[in-house]
């Protein structure tokens, strides 16, 4: 009977089954059934299904009264199986969208190969396009551009093309290695060859065999070990610290700097030679606010990533969060565009990520940044210096502001390590006490 009703869509009631002309299945009669009474569930182009009721009592028999009922129960039913229905084809909406999103990300990284760092940009095009044409060789490529634009993230892209993409990757940041360590650190020791040095260690350069070494921030390179660094570029060859004999590797170096190194070179803080020996491919890494649409592109995988991380549900960004994302200035490029995606993944209310949320501000005028502020007109490399030095220090007192002056969260904020943000204090000359608000108990920093 239901399959019946299914079909013709009309109810079915049967007050008395021993008096009906129906032919009835072998279930009714062996149930010795009384009464029967069944309603379809009312949909768009057919029933959604039915709602049967059967009785075996013969003074309580089926009858309109029952048929009304069921049929209003009926279509309650099916309002509430529309509703869900529709909630579920949003859903499938939503997710289609968000997979869109995904795969337009995933589509830019696979047009130049896989984990491509994201940008359609002409400059960085320019560089991931550098990149690939010297990356089945062994030359060595310095990396340029201002802190925080992903040099590491090209390193690793240029290694993974290269016919060393098995070997290990090494990272090695000269600039938070201490000076009395970092020959040790890249060329390893022998035990006993220093106080301290209870075993013996093989350094990165060792570590690395087969594969390559990325030296980051290599223009904070002490000039001694500049000089040991060049013998190394020239032989393969290290020389562990106590031991007698040479060691060969074989290694592939990347290096990268946001100095200008050949101002460092005029000033005398690096060596020539070694310039000349690690320049020999040079590919400079744009800053964020030179990247236009890529900064959209970058913030979209970041809120993918961080909202897969935190299992929340994401659509994307308003229409002022993306006009405030390119607005912005990025003094801290791409690494500043992550913090403050991540930031707002914890903290804002899904679907979308407004302007607030970034911390980008009500969309007055933002101040002046210290790249934008009249500079001398001076020959580049200087000019560029000055530039660069007036950022740093602008940055360096924003990152103590923000963090009242303790240096660890303020390393923190930066993603750098203590030891660098210490030294770029010091050679700025700023003094981290003059932002600890007056009253506050001592931080580390204090009674270190």
């Known amino acids: 009977m239901p399959q019946r009703v299914l079909r013709s869509g009309e109810a079915v009631v049967l007050t008395d089954v021993s008096d009906s002309s129906h032919a009835l299945p072998d279930s ?41 009922v069921l049929e209003a129960l009926a279509m309650h039913s099916a309002l509430a199986l529309e509703r869900a229905r529709v909630d579920q084809e949003r859903r499938q909406v939503d997710l289609h969208r968000q997979r869109r999103l995904s795969d337009e990300v995933e589509a830019l990284r696979a047009q130049l190969g896989s984990d491509t760092p994201i940008g359609q940009s002409d400059p960085m095009r320019t560089a991931v396009d550098m990149l690939r044409r010297v990356a089945s060789s062994d030359v060595t490529v310095l990396l340029t551009g201002e802190t ?76 001694l070990l500049q000089t040991r660094l060049l013998r190394v570029l020239q032989e393969r ?18 290096c990268a700097t946001h100095w200008d190194l050949a101002a460092r070179v005029v000033d005398g803080h690096f060596r020539q030679d070694l310039y000349y020996r690690i320049s020999v491919v040079s590919v400079s890494v744009p800053a964020l606010r030179e990247r236009g649409d890529d900064i959209v592109l970058l913030a979209q995988s970041f809120l993918g990533r961080f909202s897969s991380a935190l299992q929340t549900q994401f659509s994307g960004f308003t229409r002022d969060a993306r006009e405030a994302l390119l607005a912005h200035h990025w003094p801290g490029n791409v690494r500043e565009l992550e913090n403050r995606l991540h930031r707002a993944v914890l903290l804002a209310q899904a679907p979308f990520i407004t302007r607030a949320d970034l911390g980008l501000g009500d969309g007055g005028a933002a101040a002046a940044s210290p790249l934008e502020v009249e500079i001398p007109l001076l020959p580049l490399p200087q000019a560029r210096a000055e530039a660069t030095a007036r950022f740093e220090k602008h940055y360096l007192q924003e990152l103590l502001r923000r963090s009242n002056g303790n240096v660890t969260r303020a390393a923190q904020l930066a993603n750098v390590t203590r030891g660098l943000l210490q030294r770029m204090l010091r050679e700025h000359r700023i003094d981290r006490s003059e932002f600890v608000p007056t009253g506050s108990e001592r931080d580390e920093e204090a009674s270190a």
């Open 237 to 254: 060859i290290v020389q562990p610290i106590g031991a007698r004999g040479r060691v060969p590797v074989h290694v592939r170096i990347i």
């Open 148 to 223: 925080g634009t992903g040099k590491e993230v090209l390193a690793r892209y240029l290694h993974r093309l290269s016919p060393r993409a098995k070997g290990p990757f090494v990272v090695v940041d000269c600039g938070s290695i201490p000076e009395g360590l970092i020959e040790s650190e890249l060329f390893g020791h022998e035990r006993g060859a220093f106080t301290g040095a209870t075993t013996a260690s093989e350094g990165r350069f060792r570590e690395a065999n087969g594969g390559t070494v990325f030296l980051d921030e290599i223009g904070e390179l002490p000039l």
């Open 28 to 68: 009714v009669v062996a149930g010795s059934l009384r009464s029967v009474v069944c309603v379809p569930l009312p949909g768009r182009d057919r029933p959604l299904g039915v709602l049967y009721a059967d009785g075996h009592q013969p003074v309580r028999r089926f009858g309109a009264a029952e048929l009304a």
